[in-house]
Structures are given as structure tokens and as C-alpha cells.
Antibody, heavy 122, light 107 residues
Framework: QVQLQESGPGLVKPSETLSLTCVVS?????????WGWIRQPPGKGLEWIAS???????YYNPSLKSRVTISVNTPKSQVSLKLTSVTAADTAVYYC???????????????WGKGTTVTVSS | DIQMTQSPSSLSASVGDRVTITCRAS??????LAWFQQKPGKAPKSLIY???SLQSGVPSKFSGSGSGTDFTLTITSLQPEDFATYYC?????????FGQGTKLEIK
């Protein structure tokens, strides 16, 4: 059974860099299609951030592309996200998701982690 | 970007009711549409993909339809555990985009 577990700092100061990690278990990270990050500000909707294939192929949301880097560490079965120059607008729950890990359909976010809350504040 | 618009934004219904939520894309997305259910404090749960394919383990009370720009999610025989927020999402092209959500509340 695919399980995803996000982790992060919880609190980040404005202008600093946010670093998040998603550990994939119960499934080979090289078997899935893509792995993605999605965020949800408090009381608001969902925003797709970026996706990566284990080969390194990446896609980014243009609204965040200049500040975001997604990467994969295959031996550690981890997917990471870095977001630079954060502001209060980046305060959100950040989710990691498998794209097509169960359905074998690219783009279908079929398994999600529980999410990690990030607050940007001084 | 493809804009996804859900209606209504909120909906009140009673246990046992049948409800329908609509999702419209700003341009054609074939059948590359998914539906999610989200309960407070929890991660979204995948319900439907490819507009009408039920995810494994999701009860058949949930059904989806549509193609192109107009899609619907129908839930029959509402139970207390179905009251949640529902989101549609297109994966026809990057950037993937979500609808604003429909909050289904108990009347």
C-alpha cells in the first residue's frame, strides 16, 4: 500500500527558503508515473505546485516557477520541494501526492500524504 | 491556464438526498477530470478520475459524467459521512488546476 509522509519546519521566516520532504513507502518511487506537491492555504482551495518523474523530468506551476525546485532522491525514496523568498501568502498545508501510482494514469493524484502545515511568520 | 469553475459553491442537503455538483472548464479537457472529497483537517481523497471512473474502494453511490468542458459529480443516498467539500481538477494540461470547491452541508 502506497504511503506518503510529508515533513517540514513548521515555521519559516519571511524571505527565507522553505524545504519540504515526502517519504514514499510501500511502493517503489521508480514505479510511479509522477510525484507532485499541492498546497492549500488556510480556509482556501487547492493549488498544484509542481510534479516530477523519478527520471528527473519536472513540471512547475508558472505562478511559482521562479521560486520552486522539486527533486527526487531515488535511493532514499524521497521527493523534495524547495520554495525560496517565502511570504505570508505561502502559509499553507503542503501535500505530497502520487500521480498514477494506483490508477496507472498520469495526472491522477490517487494517493495523498496527510500534509504538513507551514506558517510563514517572523 | 485552464480555469475550473464549480457550482454551487455550497449546498445544503438532507440525509438520503441525491445531489449533483457541476464543474466547468474554461476550455475543452476531453475526459481528463478528477473529483476529490475533503473533510476538515484531512487530505483530499480521490473519488473519480477520467471523468467517470471510480477509484478503487469508492462506493458506487458516487458517479461522474461529462466530457469536453462540462462535468458533474452525483452522490446518491447521502449519509452523514458524505458531508464534506468536493473539488474537481483537470489534468489535461499543465498547470493542473482545481475548482474552488463545493461545500456540502447537512440541512
Amino acid at each position: 500500500q502506497v504511503q506518503l509522509q510529508e515533513s517540514g519546519p513548521g515555521l519559516v521566516k519571511p524571505s527565507e527558503t522553505l524545504s519540504l520532504t515526502c517519504v514514499v513507502s510501500g511502493y517503489s518511487i521508480t514505479s510511479g508515473y509522477y510525484w507532485g506537491w499541492i498546497r492549500q492555504p488556510p480556509g482556501k482551495g487547492l493549488e498544484w505546485i509542481a510534479s516530477i518523474h523519478y527520471s528527473g523530468n519536472t513540471y512547475y506551476n508558472p505562478s511559482l516557477k521562479s521560486r520552486v525546485t522539486i527533486s527526487v532522491n531515488t535511493p532514499k525514496s524521497q521527493v523534495s520541494l524547495k520554495l525560496t523568498s517565502v511570504t505570508a501568502a505561502d502559509t499553507a498545508v503542503y501535500y505530497c501526492a502520487s500521480e498514477g501510482g494506483l490508477t496507472r494514469v498520469r495526472g491522477v493524484m490517487d494517493v495523498w500524504g496527510k500534509g504538513t502545515t507551514v506558517t510563514v511568520s517572523s | 491556464d485552464i480555469q475550473m469553475t464549480q457550482s454551487p459553491s455550497s449546498l445544503s442537503a438532507s440525509v438520503g438526498d441525491r445531489v449533483t455538483i457541476t464543474c466547468r472548464a474554461s476550455q475543452g479537457i476531453n475526459i481528463y477530470l478528477a473529483w476529490f472529497q475533503q473533510k476538515p483537517g484531512k487530505a483530499p481523497k480521490s473519488l473519480i478520475y477520467a471523468a467517470s471512473s471510480l477509484q478503487s474502494g469508492v462506493p458506487s453511490k458516487f458517479s461522474g459524467s461529462g466530457s469536453g468542458t462540462d462535468f458533474t459529480l452525483t452522490i446518491t443516498s447521502l449519509q452523514p459521512e458524505d458531508f464534506a467539500t468536493y473539488y474537481c481538477q483537470q489534468y489535461n494540461s499543465y498547470p493542473y488546476t482545481f475548482g474552488q470547491g463545493t461545500k456540502l452541508e447537512i440541512k
